[in-house]
């Protein structure tokens, strides 16, 4: 049975420190903001080799652990609609993006699918949104 629950995260404190601070500074700082990690994640992803993806891989699957101990703090049984249109809500919709392509650039196809579908049951606006070219 699916849940009506709709969460809508808490501000991010570390939100306004991204745009002129050093994304490893901020996120060494803030390392419970899923945001931080899935910036990590999306600049690792902007260059297409074997390290990056991994890299990339290991700040989106932090990101997304992060965001998931806060969506149960927010009262998030597991299903429910996570809005993109909520600001706050984009680290962890981010995470979850980033996850998927850098699974799919390291082979783990199972994820990258898994991780996909959970985006779009979660926000298709976030879903469409970050995988619009």
């Avoid at 009506?4 to 050093?22: G, Y």
Wanted: proline letters at 5%; glycine letters at 6%; one cysteine or more.
């Amino acid at each position: 049975m699916a849940s009506n629950v709709t969460v809508r995260l808490p501000e991010d404190p570390a939100a306004p420190l991204l745009e002129d601070s050093d994304l490893l500074e901020v996120a060494a700082a803030n390392p419970t903001s899923s945001l931080c990690w899935a910036a990590l994640a999306e600049q690792a992803l902007a260059d297409d080799d074997l390290a990056h993806s991994l890299a990339a891989y290991a700040y989106a699957r932090t990101g997304y652990h992060r965001g998931l101990d806060a969506l149960r703090r927010n009262g998030w049984k597991g299903t429910g609609g996570i809005p993109w249109e909520h600001e706050p809500n984009r680290g962890f919709l981010r995470s979850l993006w980033a996850l998927s392509v850098a699974a799919g650039r390291i082979g783990e196809t199972d994820e990258q699918e898994r991780c996909s579908q959970f985006l779009r049951d979660s926000s298709e606006t976030a879903y469409q949104e970050l995988a619009a070219p």
